[in-house]
């Protein structure tokens, strides 16, 4: 029989402003990963992927999966690597660990992803940023932290289908309040519309909360085959039905759509995932989107196909993204709230999925079956989108 | 006395950290690019064979991967189509304000290129206002060269600025 992959169990740590180091806070989500099946021990793992990209600028360390592997006291005989896809890099290690066990590479797998981000120097992590983009071409002109490509983005998508500044403040407003009693998140704040209106200016038309903050933190999940699942717990498989990852261009020259709040990329991406999972856009119960920023949640509901093209401000701001709503969405606080320690975002995401799909979210979607994760990266360079499912794909 | 560690870097330029490219036809095939913009000129690679203009230059064609490339010159005046200003929070190595915009050049590739406007205070610029490139010189770098001792790269990098001064 085909060896379909599941997610098995996941933990994170508390996600802040953390007095710890890198390998620390890999510790701390690998133990909140292992009490969420008490069954699985380490010696169990036969495989890692770690997922971060600011080690080497960061914490002065490349090569960082045998020093995650040995501090976590695990032995993969399997695979044991690292991935970079900045914001989607835990999502692209579910990715990766999916192939592999499915072709039999490995059995056993842990995800984990994680960032130190906060520096004895703060300049030190915001001049990091310039690696984040093309380096040469759009780091040289200053284009390292993203607030500014995405106030482009929100003008854009302002000037071609009338969207306010009241329905990138709703974004912000419900992704805060599904995280109020959310202990792992950075931000546990009721955050009222007229706040979000009256925030600070970032980069205009952006104010404060409509920016993730700066994040350390650490998540991990374990991925294996429905059968070997099977022998550790009782609790509703979650498969992983359907994956895309689609990468058109670096330089923003060479945006792929029409403009900047048009995400061409992401249309692609979505309709390789929904077709590989075997589902439609109406299917999707609940779904987690990378809201980096308000604006993007906004174009990713419109590309994701939750509704038409141009319309993602109304949907977002009528309720739609809430409980209750079409589509739930970012039901533990999101990017927004729980904060972005980039390598660990894919992974908190599918372990909220994981969660809604078993019935044991905080904030649950009544019967929700299918669910999504979304991660846009760099400069809105590349879409990565996984479809999980209570059943697998037939 | 001293402290052993990172004041071993003391008068040394970490080129590695540095926040603008390698240039120097030592560490980078497209310089090429760098010296025709010391020139006056904004650049980028077209393909021989198929045709093919491609921004950034490259090293190869894209489309079908022939090494048989020459520089073409590309326009050095556009219009904005849409800009951001950031006057707080500025990144190390830019000043305030930190003035992005997409500029349509009016040829392919460079319909929609994202670059720095300077020269320009916050508040004076406006969408489809015309700018035009400017050239700066940029900090040089060490690059050791063997028993010639160490030799300084000279640099320069670009933005656009707006043609109707301020
Ligand atoms: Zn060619």
């Known amino acids: 029989m085909a060896r379909r992959a599941v997610i098995l169990a996941g933990g994170q740590c508390k996600w802040g402003v953390r007095e710890a180091h890198l390998v620390d806070l890999f510790q701390e989500a690998a133990k909140a990963c292992f009490e969420d099946i008490p069954t699985l021990k380490p010696k169990d793992v036969d495989g890692l992927i770690v997922a971060t990209s600011y080690s080497g600028r960061c914490s002065f360390q490349v090569n960082t999966a045998p020093v995650i592997a040995e501090r976590l006291g695990l032995k993969p005989t399997s695979i044991c690597t690292r991935c970079d896809t900045l ?36 300049w030190e992590v915001f001049y990091s940023e310039l690696a984040s983009v093309d380096h040469d071409w759009d780091g040289a002109q200053g284009m390292g932290l993203p607030p500014p490509f995405f106030a482009l983005t929100a003008k854009e998508h302002m000037k071609y289908y009338g969207t306010k500044k009241e329905d990138l403040a709703m974004v912000s407003v419900t992704n805060y309040n599904y995280a109020v009693d959310n202990p792992v998140a950075q931000m546990q704040k009721a955050l009222t519309l007229e706040e979000a209106m009256n925030a600070p200016e970032v980069v205009p038309p952006l104010t404060l909360y409509d920016c993730c903050p700066i994040t350390d933190g650490a998540a991990a999940c374990i991925i294996t085959t429905d059968e070997i699942a099977k022998k550790f717990t009782d609790r509703p498989l979650v498969y992983i039905r359907g994956t895309a990852q689609v990468c058109l261009n670096s330089v923003t020259a060479n945006f792929p759509g029409e403009h900047l709040a048009d995400w061409k990329h992401l249309r692609i991406a979505a309709e390789k995932a929904y077709k590989s999972a075997k589902v439609a856009p109406s299917d999707i119960k609940v779904a987690q989107t990378h809201d980096c920023f308000s604006i993007s949640e906004i174009i990713e509901v419109e590309e994701l196909g939750f509704c ?64 999504l994760t979304h991660n846009l990266s760099g400069a809105n360079a590349e879409h990565t989108i996984i479809i999980y499912g209570r059943e697998p794909v037939k | 006395m001293a402290v052993v560690g990172i004041p071993i870097l003391e008068n040394l330029y970490p080129v590695t950290m540095d926040m603008w490219p390698l240039e120097a036809k030592e560490f980078n095939r497209i310089w090429q690019f760098y010296e025709n913009l010391k020139q006056g000129r904004f650049t980028t690679t077209k393909c021989k064979d198929c045709g093919k203009v491609a921004y950034p230059p490259r090293v190869i ?29 500025v990144p190390l190595g830019f000043e305030a304000p930190l003035i992005h915009a997409v500029i349509d050049l009016g040829v392919e590739p460079v319909r929609r290129l994202l670059s720095r406007i300077i020269n320009c205070p ?45």
């Open chain 1, 87 to 122: 914001c989607a890099g835990g999502s692209t290690g579910i990715i990766l660990a999916k192939g592999l066990v499915e072709a039999g590479v490995a059995d056993i797998v842990m995800v984990a992803g994680g960032e130190k981000l906060y520096t004895p120097q703060k």
């Open chain 1, 308 to 371: 038409k093209k141009g319309e993602g401000g109304a949907f977002c701001s009528s309720g739609q993204i809430k409980i209750g709503g079409k589509v739930p969405i970012n039901t533990d606080g999101g990017l927004l709230a729980c904060g972005h320690p980039f390598g660990a975002t894919g992974i908190r995401q599918a372990i909220e999925i994981m969660k809604q799909l078993q019935g044991r979210a905080r904030h649950q979607v009544k019967d929700a079956d299918i669910g």
């Open chain 2, 61 to 89: 064609c894209p489309e079908c991967y022939s090494e048989n490339l020459e520089y073409i010159d590309l326009p050095k005046r556009g219009k904005v189509i849409v800009f951001s200003e950031e006057v707080r929070g």
């Open chain 2, 122 to 166: 916050a508040g004076y610029l406006k969408e489809g206002d015309e700018v035009q490139l400017v050239v700066f010189q940029i900090p040089s770098h060490p690059i050791e060269k063997g028993k010639q001792g160490t030799i300084m790269a000279e640099r320069v990098f670009f933005a656009f600025e707006p043609v109707k001064k301020p």
